[in-house]
């Protein structure tokens, strides 16, 4: 059983899209074994995505990320990194999988419903930023 962290961002919470999305994550066979419901501040946001820093759309997304509510949540699974990001799609909904979640609720590349961690070392770092380093 391997762990990874899924984000439903302000476009998704906003629409009353949080029990679809864990409806999704749950028939895929995920376990959600730790969930919350945060309102980021600019400075949380900055350093979640400080791996983006200097890249063009950094103030932006930071902008969205803080618009309003998400709900970060801690998923467990064999192969749980992988089998999560074929789940949600390609970053830009546009050129997500036919059926993928950001295929399926995604507005467009920055509203794109969902975050998940794209390595094992970067899903350790997420979610310790979100569940402490305990839940690692
Ligand atoms: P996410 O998987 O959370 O990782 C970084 C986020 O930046 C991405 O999803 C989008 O919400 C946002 N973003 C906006 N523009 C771009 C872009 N051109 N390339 C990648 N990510 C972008």
């Known amino acids: 059983m391997s762990k990874t962290l899924l984000i439903i961002k302000p476009d998704a919470t906003e629409r009353n899209l949080i029990g679809h999305v864990i409806n999704r994550l749950e028939k895929a066979r995920f376990t959600v074994a730790d969930i919350r419901m945060v309102h980021l501040t600019d400075q949380q946001a900055r350093k979640f995505y400080a791996v983006h820093e200097g890249k063009p759309f950094l103030d932006s997304l930071v902008a969205f990320m803080t618009s309003g509510r998400v709900v970060p949540m801690l998923l467990e699974k064999d192969n749980a990194v992988e089998d999560l990001r074929a789940l949600i799609g390609a970053t830009n909904p546009e050129k997500a ?40």
């Not at 794109?112 to 770092?125: F, G, I, K, M, Q």
């Open 97 to 136: 999988a036919c059926g993928t979640i950001r295929d399926e609720i995604g507005r467009d590349i920055e509203k794109n419903s969902v975050h998940a961690s794209d390595s094992d070392e970067n899903a350790a770092t997420e979610i310790g930023f979100f569940f402490g380093p305990d839940a690692i």
